[in-house]
């Protein structure tokens, strides 16, 4: 069993068993027993595999879950991406985790947490991995043009109320070139691949957490702004040349930030700036 779960056991006839190397797993016990938030993790949910933890996630919070409640999958048989697309989530090497909030905030300003969430990934790649990332409108985490983690939030609310939103979290941690699928719609990059040493995803999973509870708790009490600030320092773009791709057609400006609801400001050459709802930026070559 425990040799199933990836302990290593030496077994000497004369001396009985020796405990060779524990495996690289992710217990709810273990990842409570290192935490010292103030709401996040208040509960841990850690599971060898799931459909989707944003899937789940949103079953616990119809359910009533905490705010603050984490859920962490080995393995999603369904991870889902953005605009319907799969995530890639083998099994022993990544991370794929959903975060449980409910924030007192009106429904408009729910997007701001994904750039929270963006700000707290970016940041641990740099505090456990050494590896320098920026973040690209709207919530994708890049290195050297590569994604090496997706962000997808879900929200449950009426009209006017947030219910919970659901914070979803991927991370290439230790994926190897084989385990990308063949085709894929962009290049996607791992922590070991960019630098040649693997994570141990308890360390990298603690250290977010942490760093989220953070900027969370201090969003509650002081708004987007801080976060907004970080956001824009972190991301590459800024006062860039860009097009944006909007599907029907393109707009060509220059970024100048975030707006208070997470739009993308972009000033045109004549002066006046558009709040870009939606759309895929790239940079103009000159
Ligand atoms: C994207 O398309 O960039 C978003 C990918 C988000 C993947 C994460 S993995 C954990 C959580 N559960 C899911 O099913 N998706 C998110």
Redesign the pocket.
């Known amino acids: 069993m425990l040799r199933e779960l990836g302990f290593e056991i030496e077994a000497k006839h004369s001396l009985g068993y020796r405990l060779v190397a524990t495996p690289d797993l992710l217990l709810s016990s273990e990842i409570e027993s290192g935490l010292n938030c103030q709401l996040i993790g208040q509960s841990v949910v850690s599971l060898a595999e799931t459909d989707?933890?944003?899937?789940l996630a949103r079953r616990l919070g119809e359910e009533g879950a905490l705010e603050g409640t984490v859920v962490v999958a080995d393995r999603?048989s369904?991870?889902?991406?953005?605009?319907g697309?799969r995530?890639e989530?083998p099994p022993g090497v990544n991370l794929?985790?959903?975060i449980l909030l409910r924030p007192e905030i009106p429904v408009q300003q729910a997007p701001q947490l994904t750039f929270l969430s963006a700000v707290a990934v970016v940041e641990t790649l740099q505090e456990v991995c050494h590896l320098s990332a920026d973040v690209k409108w709207p919530?994708?985490i890049l290195v050297g043009g590569a994604?090496i983690s997706?962000?997808?939030n879900e929200m449950n609310a009426e009209t006017e109320q947030i219910h919970f939103v659901i914070l979803?979290?991927?991370v290439n941690l230790n994926m190897t070139d084989t385990q990308f699928p063949d085709v894929l719609n962009y290049p996607a990059t791992s922590v070991l691949l960019e630098t040649g040493e693997s994570v141990d995803r308890l360390i990298f999973l603690q250290a977010f957490l942490q760093r989220l509870d953070l900027y969370y708790t201090e969003f509650l009490e002081e708004g987007f702004s801080p976060v907004r600030r970080r956001w824009e320092k972190l991301c590459n773009m800024m006062n860039m040349q860009v097009e944006v791709n909007q599907g029907g057609g393109s707009l060509r400006g220059t970024v100048v930030g975030l707006d208070a609801e997470g739009a993308l400001r972009l000033q045109l050459d004549n002066g006046q700036v558009e709040r870009i709802l939606a759309g895929d930026i790239r940079p103009v070559k000159i």
């Open positions: 989707s933890t944003n899937a999603q369904t991870g889902r991406g953005r605009l697309r995530w989530s794929y985790c959903s919530n994708d994604k997706g962000l997808l979803g979290v991927g």
